[in-house]
Structures are given as C-alpha cells and as structure tokens.
C-alpha cells in the first residue's frame, strides 16, 4: 500500500438468500480500491454468509499462493473486512472500536451492508498453513 492510511470503508452486497453478490472495498481518504487482484472476490461470490465466515486466512494464502507482503497484507484486510460485515449482520460479536456499521438495507434485490474500519495498530504476522506445517516439521 502506499500510504500507511487504512482507514476503510466496505460495501457489501448479498442476495435474498445472504449468499455474496459483490463487495466493494476501497480506502476512505483517497477512494484507491484495496485488494481486487488476489482473486478473493471471484472465490467468494455465491458463497453464503455463513460460508463466507468459515473461511481461514492461512488457508486462502495457500489457495492463492501469494508471494509479495503487500498481496499478502491485502488479501487479509479484504477478508478480515467482508467477515466484519457478515459478522455484524448475523450479530456475532466484533472488534467494535476498529469496525462501525454505517447501514444495513434490506430490500427486494438482499442486503447492503456499509462498513468503515479504522487503521490497523499493527501489521498481523502473516504465515500460511503450508509455511507453519514445515515449520512445525523442521523443530
């Protein structure tokens, strides 16, 4: 990411029957997209809400193979992101100082969630399960 400012905002598409249609997630302070080249969007569309939040981060940097820090950091915001929203709607419990709820709309067409997140402290060590499989073999 260029700037160190993470500050977000998601906006969440389901269906009548809560599965993704479409998400958009992008910074507030300049709109600049976040994510949309690790793939995770085409895994996750059609997938249900309760799907969608079973997903593990370790297992989708597996799945995606991603190489650099920066497609690594993304993928996890994108994912940590889309699951916050979820989480609010099906009213599970939340890191409510860093994600807000702006609105939730229900109407003929599913459900909109839009959510603003506050920067990350600090980055979150980011290993994937193949990467902690041989490391747990190697000791």
Do not use: W
Request: net charge negative; charged share 25%; glycine share 6%.
């Amino acid at each position: 990411m260029p700037c160190k400012d993470t500050t977000a905002e998601i906006t969440i598409h389901l269906d009548e029957n809560d599965c993704l249609i479409d998400f958009v997630f992008s910074k507030i302070t300049c709109n600049k997209e976040i994510g949309g080249g690790t793939g995770f969007f085409e895994y996750c569309r059609g997938k249900s809400a309760e799907e969608i939040m079973t997903l593990e981060f370790s297992a989708l940097l597996d799945l995606f193979s991603l190489n650099s820090e920066e497609d690594q950091f993304l993928l996890y915001m994108e994912c940590e992101a889309l699951q916050s929203g979820i989480a609010q709607l099906l009213g599970e419990p939340i890191n409510s100082k860093r994600y807000q709820i702006d609105s939730i709309n229900f109407d003929q067409m599913g459900t909109t969630i839009r959510q603003v997140m506050s920067p990350l402290e600090e980055m979150p060590k980011i290993v994937s399960c193949m990467k902690q499989e041989k490391n747990k073999q190697q000791k």
